[in-house]
Structure formats: structure tokens, C-alpha cells
């Protein structure tokens, strides 16, 4: 399905990426919860997350836009991956300015699917997460597309 997207986190102050990611749904908004920017070393990428962090001290929150929408997966890897070369890494070889830690995602992401999940227990896990999720209205508020 071509339900994916390429998206950028741009820093308000220069008008530059910092960040390019894949995703679908609200995958977008997911950097911005509290949990993840208030802590950023307990994150996998501390380096964005400081950096959203510092940001959102700021009151300045990066802005955010999707560079191409309505893509297969494979697609927003490709079209990602030339996003995260055009601009380069900060911490990689290239010495660009985005903050993911990853190059060349489409090698390290793609797998096919050895579990094949009935209906009754993606039911069941989708109810057992439902039932435990945490009500943040903070978090709520990122979501009001």
C-alpha cells in the first residue's frame, strides 16, 4: 500500500533539516512526546532528542513537513536514504548537519515477517496495549491534525 511518507524535523531558528525519517500515520509527531525529549539519553538517538529538547526549552518547536507522501515503503526508504545523502549525517563520515544515526536504512530496516499473528491475538495484544496506555493530554495536543 502507498500509505508512507518521507518527512523532515526542520530547526526554526536556521530553516535547515535536522532530522529525515520514514513513516506512516502519526509517526511524524512521535519525536515530540515529553517522555522522549525530556530525557534524551535514555533515548536510542539522544543527539535528536537534545536537540528537540533544546528547541522546545526554547519555545521555538522544530517545524515540521512532509517531503513526499503517498509511497510504498521500499519507495520512502529510497526517497529517504537520498534525503539523509543530499544533507549528510553530523556524527557520520559525510559530516552533514542531520541528526540520524542511520545511512543506509533500507539494508538495515526491511525484513520480511516470520511471524504470522492470528486475528485473536492481534486483537488480544491491540487490547492489552489499549488497557495499559498512560492518558498524557500534553501528548494528546500533537496529534490535532
Request: include cysteine; charged fraction near 25%.
Amino acid at each position: 500500500m502507498a500509505n508512507f511518507y518521507v518527512y523532515a524535523y526542520i530547526d526554526p531558528m536556521t530553516n535547515q533539516p535536522f532530522y529525515v525519517g520514514k513513516g506512516k500515520h502519526f509517526r511524524l509527531k512521535a519525536h515530540l512526546r515529553p517522555s522522549l525529549w525530556n530525557s534524551p539519553q535514555k533515548t536510542t538517538n539522544p543527539f535528536l532528542y537534545g536537540k528537540i529538547k533544546s528547541l522546545m526549552i526554547d519555545n521555538t518547536p522544530p517545524i515540521i513537513i512532509k517531503l513526499k507522501e503517498k509511497l510504498t515503503e521500499e519507495k520512502a526508504f529510497q526517497i529517504e536514504n537520498e534525503y539523509i545523502n543530499k544533507f549528510g549525517r553530523r556524527f557520520g563520515p559525510e559530516g552533514g548537519i542531520l541528526f540520524n544515526i542511520i545511512g543506509d536504512k533500507q539494508q538495515a530496516t526491511i525484513k520480511p515477517s516470520t511471524i504470522q499473528w492470528s486475528e485473536k491475538r492481534k486483537l488480544d495484544h491491540k487490547q492489552r496495549c489499549k488497557s495499559t496506555r498512560i492518558y498524557d493530554p500534553s501528548y494528546e495536543e500533537l496529534f490535532s491534525d
